[in-house]
């Protein structure tokens, strides 16, 4: 008798994902909600026309397993990227305060002409980050292996 494979047989993966349009980037809006990041890991690379943040993500999609399995929830270090972008502007943060660490809230983006825009990063404290774009192009790379959340607790948001 063969039994076929559970969700739970298969190795966890880094999340890899591409966000091209609003819907995509919704996603990988999800995926980033409550990471964390000190202001020292924002890159802006004009040249290059590149922004990233290395953050600390939660891992929502983990949450289910961790409470079924009776263990911590986690979070992983991942690389939040934007490409295609020509500005970088803030609100509420000083960027001269290196360790201070940022929260994100929520990705989204304000259309404006031929398929250009600014993406938004609204931070928690009334902070955010504004990147105008020719397009949308932004992707979200886990690059460690998760590991136990500090807090051992899922980020709550008071409604």
Not at 55 to 63: A, G, I, S
Not at 90 to 97: E, K, L, N
């Amino acid at each position: 008798m063969t039994q076929d494979a559970s969700f739970e047989d298969g190795a966890e993966k880094p999340i890899q994902l591409v966000a091209v349009d609003a819907t995509d980037l919704g996603v990988i809006s999800g995926f980033v909600q409550d990471a964390v990041f000190l202001g020292s890991e924002m890159t802006w690379l004009p040249a290059q026309r590149r922004f990233a943040i290395l953050c600390n993500r939660f891992r929502w999609e983990d949450v289910a397993q961790a409470k079924a399995r009776n263990r911590p929830v986690e979070r992983v270090r991942s690389i939040l990227a934007f490409e295609d972008v020509t500005k970088v502007l803030s609100q509420g943060i000083d960027p001269q305060q290196k360790d201070t660490v940022l929260s994100v809230l929520t990705v989204h983006f304000e259309p404006t002409e031929d398929g250009a825009g600014r993406l938004v990063l609204t931070l928690a404290g009334d902070g955010a980050i504004g990147l105008d774009v020719e397009c949308i192009n932004v992707s979200l790379q886990d690059v460690t292996r998760p590991y136990i959340a500090p807090s051992k607790h899922i980020p709550h948001h008071p409604e």
